[in-house]
């Protein structure tokens, strides 16, 4: 197995940056001996090895890739957002002013976390972001949170997540995903998100 880490539109682009995307590797059962030596080739030819490769489990990486996902990076995210838009609307700010603030904006403080660590976002944005960071950061997502996430991770363990997934869709198919994908679009987030983005980037298709 090689799984990098960041979707394919961002492997193919710093493949051709002549770079890579980091990914982690795993080999089950080596019935020939030969298995780490094409899963390493492999990893190599998408460019990995220049980046880093970490040796895994199948088990782990369904695991972590999964719970990521959920409660992170897509879910967790985009729940955070959709929540915070929706406090700053109804204290009565402006929709657009609070896109930019709770959504726009997120990318930037996500790249420096990236490229310099939680530590080092703090050290390069105001004094005043850093103090209301580090304190009201902790008030939000409190320890109730955390438990929210374990209940997660124990359904992805012992395959409540994956039974849900699959019985909904065999019965609905792609279907799956429309009536949550319809709350998402009639969002007043999502509303005024496509008239600023249009704003910036005029000549991008959604």
């Known amino acids: 197995m090689i799984a990098p880490k960041g979707p394919g539109s961002k492997v193919r682009e710093t ?13 089950h059962q080596d019935y020939t001996k030969k298995a780490w030596d094409r899963t390493l080739g492999i990893a190599k030819g998408i460019g990995s090895t220049r980046a880093g490769v970490i040796q895994t489990t199948f088990k782990e990486e369904v695991e972590t890739d999964w719970f990521g996902e959920q409660v992170d990076l897509c879910g967790g995210s985009a729940s955070m957002v959709m929540n915070a838009f929706e406090t700053l609307v109804e204290a009565g700010y402006q929709p657009e002013i609070a896109y930019f603030e709770v959504l726009h904006e997120l990318k930037l403080i996500v790249d420096m976390i990236q490229r310099y660590g939680i530590g080092g976002m703090y050290r ?3 004094e005043t972001a850093r103090y209301g960071g580090l304190t009201r950061g902790p008030m939000v997502m409190d320890k109730e949170v955390k438990e929210k996430m374990k209940k997660a991770l124990k359904m992805i ?6 039974q849900e997934w699959t019985s909904d869709y065999r ?7 429309d009536r949550y994908m319809k709350e998402i679009d009639a969002h007043q987030v999502e509303q005024v998100g496509k008239k600023m983005r ?6 991008s298709k959604e």
């Open 157 to 162: 363990q012992d395959g409540t997540f994956n």
């Open 15 to 27: 493949y051709q940056q002549n770079f890579g995307t980091p990914s982690i590797v795993a080999v």
């Open 124 to 126: 390069r944005v105001s």
């Open 198 to 203: 249009q704003m910036m980037w005029p000549d």
């Open 171 to 177: 019965k609905n198919n792609k279907n799956a995903f």
